[in-house]
């Protein structure tokens, strides 16, 4: 069994690990769906046995960063709807460790590996500073939630694209107004509809039309 200089792993019990040691990779997240996903996880996790068998099932991606740090590089709603539903632990899956590297050169392969996504819950691009240290303190992007609607709704597909639902809320966000998203969902949802349609959007992934 390979032994990591890991400051998140040393309190592991088999590879499970506190939640809030997991560091995000992005700054986001839809609440909607975390809502969305706590509801699917409720009668799972009213169980002790089923919960841990469950999260045996599920490991969390990590890459080990500098200072011996778990980053998590998907599953980031899932993560946080286990948080709010009162699940301390989780099993993780080591991807790779990068722990070698210093910070610039760690967030630089991040990204151009596909598992870091530098921009806050406005669309902007930040630094890699601005992270979050802790999953709890994850924004909400109501676009990201208008994205996740959409796939729901069957307007695009699901595809293994890193962060392909932030390139669809990203479109959306320059296309439908923030006030219409944040007071009347579904109007906005009706918008997305429309164009998830149109040949702007062909170049996303999962694009069905």
């Known amino acids: 069994m390979t032994t990591y200089s890991s400051r998140c792993l040393a309190q592991s019990d088999l590879d499970f690990i506190p939640l809030e040691d997991l560091r995000p990779t992005q700054l986001a997240v839809g609440m909607r769906a975390i809502d969305a996903k706590r509801d699917k996880l409720r009668s ?43 699940v301390e632990k989780a099993r993780v899956d080591i991807i790779d460790d990068l722990s070698h590297m210093e910070p610039t050169a760690f967030w630089r392969t991040m990204e151009a590996e596909g ?62 107004d923030a006030q219409v998203v944040t007071s009347d969902f579904a109007r906005a949802l009706r918008m997305a509809r429309q164009l998830a349609k149109t040949r702007a959007a062909s170049s996303l992934p999962g694009y069905l039309h």
């Open 44 to 86: 799972v996790l009213a169980s002790p046995k089923r919960t841990k068998a469950y999260l045996q099932r599920r490991p969390l991606p990590v890459v080990l960063g500098p200072g011996g740090h778990c980053y998590l590089i998907d599953k980031h709603h899932l993560s946080l709807a286990l948080i709010h539903s009162g």
């Open 115 to 176: 598992r870091a996504y530098l921009f806050n819950e406005e669309g902007e691009r930040v630094r890699a500073t601005r992270l979050p240290r802790a999953l709890s303190s994850l924004r909400a992007d109501p676009y990201r939630d208008l994205a996740w609607a959409a796939r729901e709704a069957g307007l695009f597909k699901k595809v293994s694209v890193p962060f392909s639902e932030f390139r669809w809320a990203a479109f959306f966000r320059a296309r439908i």
